[in-house]
């Protein structure tokens, strides 16, 4: 009786890093990429309104996005308050779409990565965001993001944080656990390839308040399910260069 022949599969090659980034944002299979404003961005904007800090928020004010994607938020607070920004993530695909989106508007892009030098002018931006960016870097790239922001603010700007937050989150302790990473903290992503760090609130907190005063602090919820892990946890954070 003849033999079948042994068919081994090929194993598809991983990919990490800017080219990771530049196949999701051209043919996205394992994130949910929206080129639609975050809603805890617009959250914020309403808080600082109630706070009477529209200046923050004022037409001609320039915003600072450090790892923007495709532009999203950044053009949704050129369309909503007529900002000017300055953008830049590691992805020239999401790069190259932010600027086909941004036709008209007073956004500028780069391609870089948030661990270099930013390059604007002392005091320059009335408002700063890191979404879901910081978390990628090392913490000495981490601690570099932050005080060149800081730097870039004017006194009295304002600085939107948001990432992970490893409080009661299942899913960190189980991939800290099985694949740690270089720092502790961190964990190896099992399909980037790559070492993300996740703060606690206090680690957090602290390490913003060494530059900023921390305004406000929401905390995602709904991350577990009668001991079972559901969505990731996030916290966002509301915090201030002082005068």
């Known amino acids: 009786m003849p033999m079948k022949p042994n068919f081994v599969r090929k194993k598809k090659r991983k990919v990490h890093g800017p080219t990771f980034w530049d196949q ?15 809603a805890d961005l617009a ?3 309403r808080w600082v309104i109630r706070r009477d800090r529209g200046d923050v928020l004022a037409q001609e004010a320039s915003v600072l996005d450090a790892g923007c994607g495709n532009g999203r938020n950044l053009i949704y607070l050129a369309h909503e308050f007529h900002m000017k920004g300055v953008g830049f993530d590691i992805s020239s695909a999401a790069i190259a779409q932010a600027k086909i989106a941004s036709k ?3 956004i500028k892009y780069d391609v870089r990565s948030a661990a270099d030098p930013i390059l604007v002018e002392d005091e320059s931006q009335a408002l700063a965001l890191d979404m879901m960016t910081s978390h990628f870097l090392d913490k000495k790239g981490r601690t570099r993001l932050r005080d ?3 730097r870039a603010l ?3 700007g304002y600085f939107f944080m948001k990432t992970f937050l490893k409080d009661k989150d299942l899913h960190t302790a189980r991939l800290i656990k099985e694949k740690p990473g270089p720092e502790e903290g961190s964990y190896i992503h099992p ?4 070492a993300e760090y996740v703060y606690s609130e206090e680690e957090l907190v602290n390490f913003l308040s060494e530059k900023f005063i ?3 602090i929401y905390r995602s919820h ?3 399910f009668k001991g079972r892990a559901r969505k990731r946890r996030t916290i966002s954070i509301y915090a201030e260069k002082d005068y």
């Open 24 to 38: 999701e944002y051209t043919n996205p299979t394992h994130l949910k990429l929206s080129d639609k404003e975050s």
């Open 43 to 45: 959250k914020f904007t």
């Open 104 to 106: 008209e508007l007073d």
């Open 148 to 150: 060149e922001l800081y």
């Open 154 to 156: 004017i006194p009295g």
């Open 191 to 194: 399909v980037m390839g790559v």
């Open 214 to 216: 921390v305004r406000k």
């Open 222 to 224: 709904k991350h577990a």
